[in-house]
């Protein structure tokens, strides 16, 4: 019984994890994207986690038994992602972008969910990750899925950090010495 209710809510989760992504946002028609290959294989990366924990090693009719302690973590986790998300959302508005190209107006955000980490979507990715793979997925491809993530993570870690300390310079210095990445406390 836990285990549907475990993957209802992690369904839920995903629809609402996805549209914090996808909501539709102002872009000009000229506007030219900006993009960087470590960015564009650390996505790729990303994708290769995610696949390898929904994909790889279920059984066909979900006949499938998880520790409570795995589905407790995955379903705590999931609605934090999806919070994390939001609140990353709303701090940007409609400054959010998918690229990595800054107008001259733009300001470093510091704060919401940007006091506890410079790249909150990467957290709320990497948690929605975990959640999928405490729900879902077998140990070993847990641990397969996070291999991959957190080195496409880096990646794009590198190219966003390099383009704001483009554009933000010993601002983003000061905030990059103090803020944690993506995972907070930690990296």
């Known amino acids: 019984m836990m285990q549907h209710i475990a993957l209802e809510e992690l369904a839920v989760c995903w629809g609402v994890w996805l549209l914090s992504i996808v909501w539709p ?11 960087v290959w470590a960015s564009r294989w ?9 696949a390898s924990i929904l994909v790889v090693t279920r059984p066909l009719d979900f006949n499938f038994n998880k520790p409570a302690p795995a589905l407790i973590a995955g379903m705590v986790l999931a609605p934090l992602s999806v919070l994390m998300a939001w609140m990353r959302r709303y701090s940007l508005s409609k400054r959010w972008r998918d690229d ?8 470093l955000m510091k704060s919401g969910p940007f006091r506890l ?10 948690g929605m ?20 993530f957190i080195t ?32 907070p406390f930690i990296r």
């Not at 990595?100 to 300001?107: M, N, P, Q, S, T």
């Not at 980490?117 to 990497?126: D, G, K, M, N, Q």
């Not at 704001?164 to 993506?182: I, K, P, T, W």
Request: proline content about 1%.
């Open 25 to 35: 946002r102002r872009r000009s028609l000229r506007e030219q994207r900006v993009e």
């Open 42 to 50: 650390g996505i790729f990366l990303n994708l290769v986690g995610f």
């Open 100 to 107: 990595l190209k800054y107008d001259d107006d733009w300001v």
């Open 117 to 126: 980490v410079r790249h909150p979507s990467y957290t709320a990715a990497l």
């Open 129 to 148: 990750l975990l959640a999928t793979g405490a729900i879902w997925s077998s140990s070993a491809m847990l641990v397969s899925g996070v291999l991959f």
């Open 152 to 183: 496409g993570l880096e990646l794009r870690l590198f190219a966003a950090d390099r383009s704001l300390a483009n554009r933000f310079q010993d601002e983003f210095e000061e905030y990059q010495s103090r803020v944690r990445g993506y995972i």
